[in-house]
């Protein structure tokens, strides 16, 4: 007896995991367009039948739908849900399992949980809602790597969580939904490596970029212990280049970073994202990162 075959969408991107691999100063949408080719599939990969690795005691992140414990219409799964050296490409598949018609979205992040908090790997972007239709029973398939993600030459070890957001047809913004599929990396290491070149330093300070007309973002090493300092984590400073560009830089004989862009107003508000514990911000917060404890903040020029 033939099986039963449902329609599905399959969506692929040049780059890979979120078809954003931009390594510029400015936030900006998804440039990537997926390829949509409709085709079919026996009914018996239906999400019901899937079961996850991931017990319901998993953590999830803040308002979102879980696979690996929620029954909702709307589901991400990730295949495999372990990733290594030797395995590092899978399939996040968003599969529509009631009768409602969502619209898939560019609202897509991995995030990174550290044990206290998940922290978004991604940097922002502007949202798109205009996109894939996703009809009942249909299902969105796109590449999941942990190499080149989010401009991140590969993923961390540690516990991840891909999250999409998507529109129930017709229902405005009360209809929207955000799911995740949780998914594990495990025998690597990330350290975040400034790309820019474009450096002038004068004795321990390091000035990035010439317009010094620009609003500056300021790194500047403290003599406070690491233990003071509130730790980041490695992808979400990789992934926002204010951040890579000047962090990383501190130690040895640099004391300071001084990094002229238009958006470092951003650079206080990436910081936070990118702490993986949460602590109360201010002009005296310490951070930490590769054990040298630092402070920053935001002048309108140079100073």
Same mark, same amino acid.
């Given at each position: 007896?033939?099986?039963?075959?449902?329609?599905?969408?399959?969506?692929?991107?040049?780059?890979?995991?979120?078809?954003?691999?931009?390594?510029?100063?400015?936030?900006?949408?998804?440039?990537?367009?997926?390829?949509?080719?409709?085709?079919?599939?026996?009914?018996?990969?239906?999400?019901?039948?899937?079961?996850?690795?991931?017990?319901?005691?998993?953590?999830?992140?803040?308002?979102?739908?879980?696979?690996?414990?929620?029954?909702?219409?709307?589901?991400?799964?990730?295949?495999?849900?372990?990733?290594?050296?030797?395995?590092?490409?899978?399939?996040?598949?968003?599969?529509?399992?009631?009768?409602?018609?969502?619209?898939?979205?560019?609202?897509?992040?991995?995030?990174?949980?550290?044990?206290?908090?998940?922290?978004? &790997?991604? +940097?922002?972007? $502007?949202?798109?809602? #205009? =996109?894939?239709?996703?009809?009942?029973?249909?299902? %969105?398939?796109?590449?999941?790597?942990?190499?080149?993600?989010?401009?991140?030459?590969?993923?961390?070890?540690?516990?991840?969580?891909?999250?999409?957001?998507?529109?129930?047809?017709?229902?405005?913004?009360?209809?929207?939904?955000?799911?995740?599929?949780?998914?594990?990396?495990?025998?690597?290491?990330?350290?975040?490596?400034?790309?820019?070149?474009?450096?002038?330093?004068?004795?321990?300070?390091?000035?990035?970029?010439?317009?010094?007309?620009?609003?500056?973002?300021?790194?500047?090493?403290?003599?406070?212990?690491?233990?003071?300092?509130?730790?980041?984590?490695?992808?979400?400073?990789?992934?926002?280049? &204010?951040? +890579?560009?000047? $962090?990383?830089?501190? #130690? =040895?004989?640099?004391?300071?970073?001084?990094?002229? %862009?238009?958006?470092?107003?951003?650079?206080?508000?990436?910081?936070?994202?990118?702490?993986?514990?949460?602590?109360?911000?201010?002009?005296?917060?310490?951070?930490?990162?590769?054990?040298?404890?630092?402070?920053?903040?935001?002048?309108?020029?140079?100073?």
């Amino acid at each position: 007896m033939e099986l039963e075959r449902r329609e599905f969408i399959a969506v692929t991107t040049g780059v890979g995991f979120a078809g954003c691999s931009r390594t510029d100063f400015t936030e900006a949408p998804d440039e990537e367009t997926p390829t949509v080719t409709p085709a079919a599939v026996p009914d018996e990969g239906a999400a019901s039948d899937i079961e996850s690795r991931f017990g319901p005691d998993a953590p999830c992140p803040t308002d979102t739908s879980c696979f690996h414990n929620d029954s909702s219409e709307l589901v991400l799964v990730v295949d495999p849900e372990r990733f290594d050296t030797d395995s590092r490409v899978g399939v996040s598949t968003l599969r529509n399992r009631g009768s409602n018609t969502w619209d898939f979205v560019s609202d897509y992040h991995i995030h990174k949980h550290t044990g206290d908090r998940w922290v978004r &790997v991604s +940097r922002p972007r $502007v949202l798109d809602r #205009g =996109g894939i239709r996703v009809p009942p029973g249909s299902e %969105i398939r796109r590449e999941l790597t942990i190499q080149d993600v989010f401009g991140i030459e590969l993923l961390g070890k540690g516990l991840y969580a891909c999250t999409q957001a998507a529109y129930r047809v017709g229902a405005g913004d009360e209809g929207t939904d955000r799911v995740a599929g949780l998914f594990e990396v495990e025998g690597t290491s990330y350290t975040p490596t400034p790309t820019r070149g474009d450096t002038v330093r004068e004795n321990g300070t390091v000035h990035i970029g010439e317009n010094r007309s620009e609003p500056v973002f300021v790194v500047e090493r403290s003599s406070k212990t690491e233990r003071e300092g509130v730790p980041l984590v490695p992808e979400a400073v990789g992934s926002r280049p &204010v951040l +890579r560009e000047s $962090v990383p830089r501190l #130690g =040895g004989a640099t004391d300071e970073v001084r990094t002229y %862009i238009t958006d470092a107003t951003r650079g206080m508000e990436y910081l936070q994202e990118a702490m993986a514990r949460p602590a109360v911000v201010d002009a005296d917060t310490v951070f930490e990162f590769d054990g040298i404890g630092f402070t920053a903040e935001v002048r309108s020029s140079e100073e």
